[in-house]
């Protein structure tokens, strides 16, 4: 099964949060700190989006017969990918241990979480069209 749009965009959103993942967020006077430096509510929602992103990647790859596991785990990233995407808003906002400066990791991560929200939103918009035709049953003869 091919992926679609919304999928992409979702994928193109966890490879964002994953180098994120091992690239510096902020400045400070003693050094630089990383997302697991600051770990908190904020790092667990993005991983927590991250999570549902893959696995609503997952459901439509693998799921042939039905459609209702990759419309689920959707359903589940739009959530969890806004409240990643409002936390990583917030810690990009108010910096931890006092930080005097954004690196490029909190940039990417608040992308990555836009990207993921956006890409579980499109994925619930898409009507993608089925893979058999509509029944047309013969209509009944009339008496």
């Known amino acids: 099964m091919k992926l679609r749009g919304g999928e992409l965009t979702a994928l193109a959103g966890i490879g964002c949060v994953l ?3 091992f ?28 999570c549902a992103s893959l696995a609503m990647v997952l459901a439509a790859l693998l799921e042939r017969d039905s459609v209702a596991l990759p419309v689920s785990t959707a359903v589940w990233t739009v959530l969890l990918g806004l409240a990643g995407s409002i936390a990583t ?29 956006a890409g579980a939103w499109l994925t619930l918009r898409d009507e993608r069209p089925s893979r058999y035709s509509p029944a047309r049953p013969a209509p009944r003869p009339r008496p």
């Open 89 to 117: 808003l917030v810690r990009v906002l108010e910096r931890p241990q006092h930080a005097t400066g954004l690196c490029g990791g909190a940039w990417l991560g608040l992308a990555g979480a836009l990207l993921i929200f």
């Open 23 to 50: 690239l510096f967020w902020y400045e400070t006077p003693t050094g630089n700190l990383d997302l697991w430096d600051s770990f908190g509510p904020a790092a667990a929602l993005l991983l927590a989006a991250l």
């Open 19 to 21: 180098a994120s993942l």
